[in-house]
């Protein structure tokens, strides 16, 4: 059975920073592509982040520069350094997860096999 478990979200003043964890299960999991995606009330999910095996990472454009995704293949763990937050930061964020490369799709939602049940991270300005 396939896990993949969010941790760290909250609230934060704009300026500030969170770090968000996913923690998977019943992969192997250095064989999976792993992303980061979010998702604001009354807006599609939106691709944030992604990290191949070989630690080769991509970024939307909003978060370059403030995010940092990073991955732990020994410890099945994934990671998201979010620095520098802003209010239009603020949605449910989901940990996602598909065998293989990243590629080109990596922020497409469909792409991926795995999702986890989301974290909550609020901006105030």
């Known amino acids: 059975q396939v896990q993949l478990v969010e941790s760290g979200g909250g609230s934060v003043q704009a300026g500030g920073s969170l770090r968000l964890s996913c923690a998977a299960s019943?992969?192997?999991?250095?064989?999976?592509?792993m992303a980061w995606f979010r998702q604001a009330p009354g807006k599609e999910r939106e691709g944030v982040a992604s990290?191949?095996?070989?630690?080769?990472?991509m970024y939307a454009d909003s978060v370059k520069g403030r995010f940092t995704i990073s991955r732990d293949n020994a410890k099945n763990t994934l990671s998201l350094q979010m620095n520098s937050l802003k209010p239009e930061d603020t949605a449910m964020y989901y940990c996602?997860?598909?065998?293989?490369?990243?590629?080109?799709?990596?922020?497409?939602?469909?792409?991926?096999?795995?999702w986890g049940q989301g974290t909550q991270v609020t901006v105030s300005s």
């Open positions: 990290i191949e095996s070989n630690r080769l990472t």
């Open positions: 996602a997860a598909d065998f293989g490369r990243c590629g080109m799709s990596w922020s497409t939602v469909s792409y991926y096999e795995y």
């Open positions: 019943g992969i192997t999991y250095s064989n999976y592509c």
